[in-house]
């Protein structure tokens, strides 16, 4: 009998207490493990999903301007010298950057005046596909149309008004003739007073083949700073200013941080919650085995090894639980998956990293939750297995 078998022998012969302490160590470490994989998985899914509430980032052309003043009085700007953004050429440098994974969408705008109707109206050429993926809070009376429709407009709720327009009618636009697939409900934005256009109807009215006025980039910051995106988007493109749109970007990884966070939080609770249920249950172990431990004083066992009898105990009992914790995490995780409706995820693999930080850490924590039982009962004397006989 040696302070390795004793506490396994001791696990043994109170095997229901055993058991019921592993137990809720071993739910509190699932909850633990659940947790920390399904906010991971959630905060890169709530990261893409908000995508589709515009871009983060806004790619403009360089432009040179004067500004203009006499007497006192300010007479505008001249724009002297703007470099057109060469769409291709923009586009291959973009995707070449090294945080090229982080660009999920590029979306070019072109902006034009047409005539409708002998009316002025400002519209805005765009790659439907990446548009409507870019605009996911639009909505609409009518219908979206399709990805590679080159015939479609959507007209924003005020142009549409304006313009006395109803989805589905014929529309000319300087000699070119288009259905009005839908009208944008108001958004509170430019998007409002404006018709939106095939990319390539919008280059040709504004003679502008093969550029485009400005892009909108969505990218996802949650691995990198959006700083260094740009500094990158930059470098690639220096005929061009690119700039952070700061409150878009700071307020999608507030929502990404907060999901996390809100997962530590809880799991920090869970396992203070299962030490401090540890430390009471060896607490009433200590004063049970009061004789039990004046007995083994009084043949020889030092205080240093008593302690470490309680300690290992503890320490088993948080190893065994920590890995049917990771087991029944990867259980939870898969249904709370399922029941986000994330089941487009790849379900959870083993990580051996977790498993294994997962399993010290509850080895770990049960043993320093042990440690003040495991000094009472260090401090019993052996006089007491005297009086008990």
Known sequence: MTIFTLPLRHIRAKWPRALLLAA??????????????????????????????????????????????YGGYALGGVTLDERP????????????????????IVAPKVLAVGRISGQGAALVGVNWADELHLKGYWEVEGAFPEADSRDAVLAGATAARQLGLAPGQIMEIDGRFLTLSGILRPTGSDDDTVLFVPLALAQAIAAKEGQASFLEVAALCSGCPIEDIVEQLQS?????????????????????????????????VILVTACAMLIMSML????????????????????????????????????????????????LTGYVLRQLHLTEEAPPEFQASLFLALVLLAAGAAALAAAFPAWRASRVEPAEALVAL
């Open 284 to 331: 009433s172990s200590v004063a049970e085995r009061r004789r039990e431990i004046g007995i083994m004083r009084a043949v020889g066992f030092s205080r240093p090894k008593i302690f470490t009898v309680f300690v290992a105990e503890a320490a088993a009992l948080g190893f065994l639980s920590g890995v049917l914790g990771y087991a029944l995490g990867q259980v």
């Open 85 to 104: 953004i060469r769409l291709d050429a923009a586009l291959e440098a973009i995707h070449s950057i090294e945080l090229k994974n982080n660009i999920a």
């Open 24 to 69: 809720i160590f071993t739910l509190g470490l699932a909850s633990m493990s659940g947790l920390y994989q399904v906010s991971s998985l959630v905060a890169d899914n709530l990261e893409k999903k908000l995508i589709s509430f515009g871009a983060n980032i806004l790619v403009t052309p360089r432009a040179e301007t004067l500004r203009i003043s």
């Open 236 to 268: 690639a493109l220096p005929d061009t200013e690119v700039r952070a749109l700061a409150q878009v970007a700071e307020s999608r990884m507030y929502s990404v941080h907060f999901a996390q966070t809100l997962a530590f939080s809880v799991s920090l």
